[in-house]
């Protein structure tokens, strides 16, 4: 079996501690002929295809995985996955994060099973953009869009709440509050077996 | 007739219309090489430079310069207030004399008056050029001196030793050229090189003038004056909005002017290249101006790749390459030149300029060999203290036992 944590060989790296300790190469100028090179590196360089990339009108996709703007998740027919539980204000480790939670009730229901997050703040002057709260939130209702153009003109403007951070609707979700599918527990949202447009 | 006598005919009004004209082309030319430069460099590093300001970014230093003007004019408390002001002025308005002397153009026709596109000509005019720029090194100095602070100080000691030392160097390049054109007027010494540029002839003098005009304008690889590392922004540190942007004007116009000078003396000034001479009456002349600026245009080229290619000198290598190479190099230069031009006015027979030229090439061939041969011995001998083991005790190097470390093993 592969196990990675056996070292590649044996010598642990003796070899190539060793070889590197071969003598160094006299640090004197190179020839007259050998700097003139830099010349001609400069000059066919400018005929080279630059890197620039034309930001505001040109916008090359980010990293898959790069680490932008926060999104809070919904369930397939639209209710919130956040339970408000915290964790992810807990984990973050510039404070970015307020989280105040609710009782869900039977009349005014936004997640399924017993909590939800009330109000949702992110301080985007704060967040380092880590990822350390999307690792803590325990249902997924935590995760990172790739949008990275944040600026703004005031703190206030900087700091996000649940409705700029809630995942738009898609078709069949409908707008909570609303009750849960019928005949249905939030032990079946949790495993994914709701599907959309179950009330709608 | 001459450029002089040319000149000489010229009424006021037209005076004056050359003296604005070329104020006006030299702040162009500024505007449009901060521009240049910077799309160049930009292209040496796979980069686009400034491309958003007006088409291809061309109005991005004049924007530049309008946010300049309009910055907060500080003058530090500490700062001599009266001088403080002075330098910049003095830095800014220097650079620009050197160009009344430089011709621009052969004969055109200028508002209905025959005339060459030069302000004057007179008859020591390239010492009046040297003069001008040392002239300059006083707002460089002032500039140090009266911002009551410790880097600017450092800063214009620095570049005003640089100047200094670079422009021995760069006088001492042009005797060769004065000897050969017997002139020391600029009109004269273009008219001189109707044949042979003395870029050719006396091509050591070139190559001494084209490094000794870098140092002069403190430009990089010698831009020891401003080296952000180790003195901030050099003498004009405690410089901000117009008086800064004088001082970045004069940098400028005086890269413009030794480009120019370079140019005169050089490169045939406003001749077109050999075999090209029938575009000279092309525009009633004024094609000529187009072939000057040319040729100041490939010299700034020069000056931007050096600028790409190569890193900042040390100070004390770049005072000995001045002081111990440039000109004791030029001086013995100077000595063949003379030597040859006085064996030719003399009549002296063909064989023997011949034969002193050729033992020249046979001294400088075995003067380099002794000093290759040493320089081998020398590195040998280094080479052979390098080995020797070293006295004190060292840490074991992983993965090989040294010799001492046997021993401690084994006993």
Not at chain 1, 12 to 41: D, R, Y
Not at chain 2, 42 to 52: D, T, V
Not at chain 2, 124 to 136: E, F, H, P
Request: proline share 5%; net charge neutral.
């Amino acid at each position: 079996m592969d196990n990675s944590l056996t070292p590649r060989s044996n010598d642990l790296g003796l070899t190539a501690a060793a070889k590197a300790n071969a003598p160094i190469e006299s640090q004197e100028a190179k020839s007259f002929g050998k700097q003139l090179q830099g010349f001609w590196v400069t000059f066919i360089t400018m005929f080279k295809k630059v890197n620039t990339v034309q930001y505001p009108e040109v916008k090359e996709p980010t990293a898959e995985r790069f680490h932008g703007r926060h999104q809070l998740n919904r369930y397939d027919d639209g209710l919130e996955k956040c339970i408000g539980c915290e964790l992810c204000a807990w984990a973050c480790p510039a404070d970015a994060i307020l989280v105040e939670g609710e009782s869900n009730t039977e009349e005014e229901r936004f997640s399924p099973g017993e909590r939800y997050g009330k109000v949702y703040q992110i301080n985007y002057l704060r967040c380092v953009f880590c990822g350390l709260c999307i690792e803590a939130c325990p249902t997924r209702a935590l995760t990172m869009t790739n949008e990275y153009e944040l600026a703004d003109e005031s703190r206030a403007k900087l700091i996000f709440e649940k409705e700029d951070l809630l995942a738009p609707l898609k078709s069949g979700m409908l707008q909570p509050p609303h009750p849960m599918a019928p005949g249905t527990t939030h032990i079946d949202y949790y495993r994914g077996d709701i599907k959309g447009g179950a009330n709608g | 007739m001459t450029n002089s006598q040319i000149i000489a005919t010229d009424p006021g009004w037209i005076i004056l219309v050359k003296g604005l004209l070329i104020f006006v082309v030299c702040v162009l030319a500024t505007l449009m090489s901060v521009w240049g430069e910077r799309r160049l460099v930009a292209r040496m590093q796979q980069r686009l430079g400034p491309n958003r300001v007006g088409p291809f970014g061309l109005i991005q230093s004049l924007a530049d310069g309008v946010k300049l003007a309009l910055k907060e004019d500080l003058i530090p408390k500490a700062a001599d207030r009266i001088v403080f002001v002075i330098a910049p002025i003095i830095s800014a308005t220097t650079c620009f004399m050197s160009f009344a002397v430089i011709p621009l153009s052969g004969k055109v026709n200028l508002f209905g008056h025959e005339t060459v596109m030069q302000l004057t000509d007179i008859p020591v005019g390239v010492l009046y050029v040297l003069a001008i720029a040392s002239v300059g090194v006083y707002g460089i100095v002032l500039a140090g001196w009266s911002s009551g602070s410790t880097y600017p100080l450092l800063g214009g000691l620095r570049s005003s030793a640089q100047v200094i030392s670079y422009e021995v160097a760069m006088g001492l390049s042009l005797v060769a050229v004065f000897i050969y054109s017997g002139s020391m007027s600029t009109g004269e010494i273009v008219a001189a090189q109707n044949q042979w540029w003395f870029c050719v002839t006396l091509f050591p003098s070139f190559v001494i003038y084209a490094i000794s005009m870098v140092g002069e304008t403190n430009r990089a690889p010698f831009d020891l004056a401003e080296a952000e590392g180790e003195l901030v922004g050099g003498f004009h540190t405690e410089y901000s909005s117009l008086k800064f942007a004088l001082f970045f004007l004069a940098e400028y116009v005086n890269i413009v002017a030794v480009s120019a000078l370079a140019t005169t003396l050089f490169l045939g000034g406003y001749h077109a290249l050999p075999g090209l001479g029938f575009t000279e009456s092309w525009l009633g002349g004024w094609f000529t101006v187009i072939w000057f600026l040319a040729k100041v245009v490939f010299f700034f080229f020069i000056f931007v790749w050096l600028r790409g290619t190569l890193p900042r000198l040390r100070y004390d290598q770049f005072m000995k390459f001045g002081w111990k190479v440039l000109i004791p190099f030029s001086l013995i230069w100077i000595l063949i030149v003379a030597t040859l031009r006085v064996l030719s006015q003399q009549g002296a027979p063909r064989a023997v300029v011949i034969g002193f030229s050729f033992g020249i090439v046979l001294l400088v061939l075995a003067g380099s060999s002794l000093f290759e041969s040493s320089k081998k011995r020398r590195e040998r001998e280094d080479a052979i203290g390098i080995v020797s083991a070293p006295s004190f005790p060292v840490p074991a190097i992983p993965g090989k036992i040294t010799r001492n470390r046997t021993e401690q093993l084994n006993g």
